[in-house]
C-alpha cells in the first residue's frame, strides 16, 4: 500500500470514528436523561469526549499527512502523537469529574429507571465494538498512532458500557440503588487506568526514542554480515510516529572508489529499509584504516562500536 493511499484510509477511517461516536453520544444522552442513572451519564459525558477527540484525530491524521516543508524538514507525523496525548489528558481530566460527581450518591444514592439505560448501553458496546476493531486493523495497514490510540480509548469505552450494563441489569433485579454511582466510580476508574498504561506509547516517541531491540538487532544483522562492511559505529534509531529512522557510520576497504561506495551504502540502505518495513536511513561511509587512524589520533577511549 503506497504512502498517498495509506493516508486517505486513515483520514477515511478519522471521519467514520467520529461520525459513528457522534451517534452513540446522541444514544447515550438520551438514556441518561431518560433513566436518571449517574452511570449512563457518566459514559455519555466520556462519548462526548470521544466526539471531541475524534475531531483532534481527523485534525491530526490530515496535519500528518503534509509533506516536509522548511519549517519542517522532518514531516509533521508527530502530530498525530501530540493529538493521542491530547487524548489522554482530557480522557484523565473527565474521570475525575466523573468520580468527583459520583462517590457522593453512594451515600446518597437516588432511584433510576433502568430500561432506556439498558437500551443505550447495549448500542453503545455493539457500536464500539464494530468501530475499535476497524480502527485497530486499519491503525495497522496505515501505521497512524492516531487511530491506534482512538482503538484503545474505544476499547475501554466499551469495557465501561458493558460493565454499566451489567450494573443496570443487576440494579433492575435488587433495586439497589448505590450499585449505579458504583458502577460509575469502577469503570470510569479501569478507563483512566488503561488510559495511563498506554502513556510509554506515545511518550517514547515523542521524545525521539529509539526503535525496538528486535528491530536494532535486525539492522545490526544486517551490517555484521553484508561482506563489504568492515565495522560500523555511532548506530542511533529513533521513532517519530509513523516514521523510523536510522542513521549510523560504516567503515569499508580503502580501495573502493567514491562511486562503488555510494552504491554499496544505498545497497545496505535498501536491505535495511525491506527489514524495517520501512524506514528513513542515512548511511555515512568511512574508508577503514583512515577512520581507525583519525580515532587513534583524536579518540582514544574506546565508544563500544563494531569496528575490528
Request: include cysteine.
Amino acid at each position: 500500500m503506497g504512502s498517498e493511499e495509506r493516508q486517505r484510509l486513515a483520514q477515511k477511517a478519522a471521519w467514520i470514528s467520529l461520525a459513528a461516536t457522534c451517534v452513540v453520544v446522541a444514544v447515550k444522552l438520551a438514556g441518561a436523561a431518560l433513566s436518571g442513572s449517574i452511570s449512563v451519564l457518566a459514559e455519555a459525558l466520556q462519548s462526548i469526549l470521544d466526539v471531541a477527540m475524534s475531531a483532534v484525530v481527523v485534525w491530526a491524521v490530515k496535519v500528518a499527512a503534509k509533506p516536509s516543508d522548511e519549517d519542517h524538514p522532518f514531516g509533521h507525523s508527530k502530530a498525530e502523537l501530540l493529538a493521542t496525548a491530547f487524548q489522554m489528558l482530557m480522557a484523565l481530566m473527565v474521570a475525575g469529574v466523573i468520580i468527583w460527581q459520583a462517590v457522593p450518591k453512594l451515600w446518597a444514592p437516588t432511584p433510576i429507571r433502568p430500561d432506556w439505560g439498558l437500551a443505550a448501553m447495549a448500542y453503545a458496546v455493539l457500536s464500539n465494538t464494530v468501530v475499535a476493531v476497524w480502527l485497530k486493523r486499519t491503525a495497522k495497514k496505515t501505521g497512524a498512532t492516531s487511530l491506534s490510540g482512538e482503538a484503545a480509548h474505544l476499547a475501554s469505552d466499551t469495557m465501561a458500557s458493558v460493565g454499566i450494563l451489567a450494573g443496570l441489569l443487576l440494579y433492575t433485579f435488587t433495586q439497589w440503588a448505590w450499585i449505579d454511582p458504583a458502577a460509575a466510580i469502577l469503570f470510569t476508574a479501569l478507563g483512566a487506568v488503561s488510559v495511563v498504561k498506554h502513556i510509554y506509547q506515545v511518550v517514547h516517541p515523542l521524545m525521539d526514542g529509539s526503535l525496538p531491540q528486535e528491530e536494532v538487532e535486525k539492522v545490526e544483522t544486517i551490517l555484521r554480515t553484508h561482506p563489504d562492511v568492515i565495522g560500523y559505529h555511532n548506530l542511533m534509531t529513533r521513532t517519530t510516529g509513523r516514521e523510523r529512522r536510522v542513521s549510523l557510520h560504516v567503515t569499508m576497504d580503502d580501495s573502493l572508489t567514491f562511486v562503488r561506495a555510494h552504491e554499496l551504502a544505498e545497497e545496505i540502505e535498501d536491505e535495511i529499509v525491506k527489514a524495517l518495513g520501512g524506514a528513513w536511513v542515512t548511511i555515512h561511509y568511512e574508508p577503514h584504516h583512515a577512520e581507525m587512524e583519525h580515532r587513534r589520533t583524536h579518540h582514544p577511549e574506546p565508544d563500544g562500536t563494531s569496528e575490528p
